[in-house]
């Protein structure tokens, strides 16, 4: 089950010891919407492995601008706190979890 971002507990999501995914979102985004169901299935079957979050750009102005966020759907990959990846549009499931895999 993918975690909420907000900016009350974006420090303790990212200070996980294990691999972070942020899925920077918004409602009206449809390829956005494309995506979500993908994003979905991972933290599912990552429970336990890593931590996937997902952060609506809409409520999340702040986080956006700390993280460079222009184009939606990005997702950004953390490792120790630090941000090691990003993609910006659609992406396969198969990018997703090579990037989750190399981070584990």
């Known amino acids: ?10 420090e303790e999501i990212l200070a996980s010891d294990k691999p972070v995914l942020v899925d920077f979102w918004a409602v009206w985004c449809g390829p956005c919407r494309v995506l979500g169901p993908t994003v979905d299935e991972i933290a599912s079957e990552y429970e336990g492995r890593a931590i ?10 702040d986080i956006c601008d700390r993280f460079g ?20 549009g659609l992406v396969s499931r198969a990018d997703i979890e090579a990037k989750l895999n190399e981070l584990l």
């Not at 089950?1 to 974006?10: G, H, P």
């Open 1 to 10: 089950m993918e975690k909420v971002i907000t900016a009350n507990n974006i």
């Open 52 to 61: 996937v979050a997902k952060c609506n750009v809409d409520d999340c102005e």
């Open 69 to 88: 966020i222009r184009n939606i759907p990005t997702l950004i990959y953390f490792k120790n706190g630090e941000a090691v990846a990003r993609t910006s």
